[in-house]
């Protein structure tokens, strides 16, 4: 996976950087990042993010129905940057609207984590399903081989016959010749004979 500096993300968004650093900061609970040491790195999904962002900014949607935007859309929730926002609203100066706000934000980051759990669920489902027809699938393939090694078998077993058909074949024919030059010889002998005593 290619990480990327916040530096890297406004130029393939097309905004400028403070731009790019207050959605960071406004949307964090819908920015996919994660932290090496003191450094900040952004997965390539957050491009996606921004983005859609960025159209909903287009379109003059404010903060609130951007967040609701982004939840309808099914863009994942960062729970740990959901918690921290709750607790920077409880900091803040004015923690009253702040964490009416928050609660919100995160009552919708609730339900889109129990709309992901149930996705999930159906994910796993439809990967038992799959097992289960690979698991058939190898089963009939187990099955195929071995009716082709006895159907090999049978084949083996028929040239095997073919062979020993074609050595009686074989035989036959030399006998009959055999028979054939014995029946030559003895009509030649009864020739010979029939000429001797037909003689006398």
């Known amino acids: 996976m290619n ?20 959605w960071v900061e406004d949307f964090a609970v819908y920015i996919p990042k994660v932290k090496q040491g003191n450094v900040t790195y952004y997965k ?14 287009d379109q003059n949607y404010h903060k609130a129905q951007i967040m609701q935007l982004l939840s309808e859309k099914g863009f994942p929730v960062t729970v740990d940057e959901a918690i921290e926002d709750v607790k920077q609203a ?21 339900a889109k984590l129990a709309d992901q759990d149930e996705r999930l669920n159906g ?6 399903s799959l097992e289960e ?3 058939r699938q190898e089963e009939l393939a187990r099955e195929i081989l071995r009716e082709t090694r006895e159907v090999a078998k049978d084949v083996e077993d028929v040239n095997s016959l073919r062979q020993q058909v074609n ?12 028979l054939d030059r014995a029946e030559q010889t003895l009509q030649r002998k ?7 005593f037909g003689r006398k």
């Open 133 to 135: 027809r690979q698991r």
């Open 123 to 128: 994910h796993d489902e439809s990967l038992r």
């Open 190 to 196: 009864a020739t010979i004979w029939g000429r001797i």
């Open 90 to 110: 409880i900091e803040a100066d004015n923690p009253r609207d702040n964490l009416m706000n928050m609660m919100m934000m995160t009552g919708q980051a609730v």
């Open 167 to 178: 050595e009686l074949q074989e035989a036959m024919a030399a006998t009959q010749e055999a």
């Open 44 to 57: 390539p999904e957050t491009i996606d993010v921004l983005k859609f962002i960025k159209q909903c900014r």
């Open 3 to 22: 990480l990327l500096r916040k530096k890297d993300l406004h130029d393939q968004v097309g905004v400028a950087k403070s731009t790019v650093a207050d």
